[in-house]
Each structure stands twice: as C-alpha cells, then as structure tokens.
Nanobody, 118 residues
C-alpha cells in the first residue's frame, strides 16, 4: 500500500489549503483514513479521520475549520483546511488503517509541509 500526499504550501493566516492523499489500490480495504500532523519538535497528532462508513472525527483544535472527505472512485482522501492559523504549521501525514482479523495495520504517506505565515 502506498499513500501519496500533496497540496501543502505556504499560506497567509486566514487562508485555505486542500490536501490530497492518493491511495494505491482500493480505499475500501482501509477501515479508517486520516490525517496527522507534526510540528517541529513536537509529537505527531491526529488531525482528522474518516471511516469507510463516512463517520468523521476531528481534533478539537481544528473543529469547524477543517473538513475530511473521501472520493472512493478516485481512491483519494482530502483535507480541506480553512481559516488557517500559524499554529497549524506542521508536516501533514496521510494515514491508512487496515484491519485484518482484529489486528490493525498502519500505513503512512511521505508528508507534506503546511506553513501558515504572513
């Protein structure tokens, strides 16, 4: 399984970006797709996730600003980020979880840098 993240960049505070994560193979085989981020010197934290059934979960810090979605036909997951703040600056990683016989297998993309600065 390969995950290819894209869409990062430099944006001013209050701006928007959309991240994309293309998955090799079918995303139906993944029980959960998500986005994590890691700021410089900090741990990697969950930002948003979406299940195969479409249930979503968000970190408190991004609720109301970020939206995760999936396009099953394109095997792609998106993260729409609005009202960006400097504290959103981080490397964003796409994550996929495949559950087999109750055991979870995690797959990671290469990360894409998001910088929010004036």
């Amino acid at each position: 399984v390969q995950l290819q993240a894209s869409g990062g960049g430099l944006v001013q505070p209050g701006g928007s970006l959309r991240l994309s994560c293309a998955v090799s193979g079918s995303i139906f085989s993944m029980s959960v797709m998500g986005w994590y981020r890691q700021a410089l010197g900090k741990q990697r934290d969950m930002v948003a996730s979406i299940t195969t059934g479409g249930s979503t979960n968000y970190a408190d810090s991004v609720k109301g600003r970020f939206t995760i979605s999936r396009d099953n036909a394109k095997n792609t997951v998106y993260l729409q980020m609005n009202s960006l703040k400097p504290e959103d600056t981080a490397v964003y990683y796409c994550n996929a979880v495949r559950t087999i016989l109750g055991k979870k297998y995690h797959y990671w993309g290469q990360g894409t840098q998001v910088t929010v600065s004036s």
